[in-house]
Structure formats: C-alpha cells, structure tokens
C-alpha cells in the first residue's frame, strides 16, 4: 500500500513537471526563440520553423502522447517496482533539471531547431559556459536521460515513443554542429576539442 501511494504521487508530481518543462520549451525555445532576427540558416529550416508549421506539429505530437498513455504489458514484483521507482525518479528529474538549466543559461540564443536543418539568430553568440562547460548538448542530453527516467518510472506506452523519438535528436544535433562549425569556425573547433558531445569528461 505504501508503494502503491508513493508511485501515485511521485507520479503525479512527475507529470506536473513535465508539463511545465514542456510550457517553458514551448515559450522560450519557440514563441520566444521565433521573434529573434533570423541568421544564418541551413537545410530546410527557413519553411519548416514557422509558428504555423511548428503550432500544428506540437498539437499532432501532444495528442499523440495522450492516445499512447496506456501501461506496457510487464508485470514487476514489489522490489523490483521500488527499484524502478527510485532510478526512474532520479533519472527523470535530473534530466528534465538538465533540460532547463541548458535552455536558461541560453538565454536569447535558444531557438526551435530539427534534423531538417537550424536556423541561428542574427549575430548569434557561442555559448559556452553552464552546462555548455561540461558537454555541447545539455539541452538534449537532458531530454535523453527524463526520457528513459520516465520509461522505468513510469511504464506506458507514451515513454517508450518518447525514449526511442529522443534518439534521434543526435541527428539534429549533427545539423545544428555543422551550422555553428560555418558560423565560428576555429572558435567552434576549439570549443569541440575542450568539450565532448554528450557525455562529461571528469578532470581533476
């Protein structure tokens, strides 16, 4: 009965959060990042990052999180179920900090991005500090990590979508390198020698 409640609550709370991270994406990285002056851009980035484009993709892709909030066939004996809760919380948490510590440390420069192509802000600026220190994609890394926190918290079919959708953001990471690669040059080079991709390098 104890297990059951705490599941029942950190999985309420776990949802609140969610969907305040997804509030502040939504309004930082989209309305926000959108009224910025557009700089350079790449690939299909100047048709498909439109208000219009981007409204009806995120209505397409909420609905479908809810269509798919149904529970994955496991059955999970209570300490296994306690085990899952604890790294599913950690996990989940950590990530979604991640995420909103990336996107507030940048500030102005967060814009939508996708795999299609980027589109940077007009005198765009390379941040490096933050998270940025520790690895070039916090933001995504972030996602990465919530969504396979809420797989084993939560279960269902929603984050198994998430989880193996959130993969892919290594090819828009891909795209949005090789446009700061042609936007700062040698200052982004030096920047990807000091700074690994995704996981930290611990120096003493």
Known sequence: MGLDLFEKWVGRIGAVAGLLTVAIALWQGVWQGLRHTP???TGMAGKVLRAPMLVVFGFVWIGLLFVLWRPLPLTLSNPTRAIA???????????????????????????????????LNLGHRLVT????????????????????????L?????????FVGFLGLVLRARREEQALAAEFGEEWDDYCQQVPAWLPRFRQ
């Open 39 to 41: 700089g350079r851009t």
């Open 85 to 119: 809760l604890a790294v599913g919380t950690l996990l989940y948490f950590l990530g979604l900090a991640l995420y909103l510590w990336g996107g507030y440390t940048l500030g102005e420069m967060y814009k939508p991005s996708t795999s299609l192509g980027v589109q």
């Open 129 to 152: 500090h933050g998270p940025f220190a520790y690895v070039r994609h916090p933001l995504y890394l972030g996602l990465q990590v919530a969504g396979l926190g809420g797989l084993v």
């Open 154 to 162: 939560y279960r269902n079919w929603t984050f198994a979508f998430v």
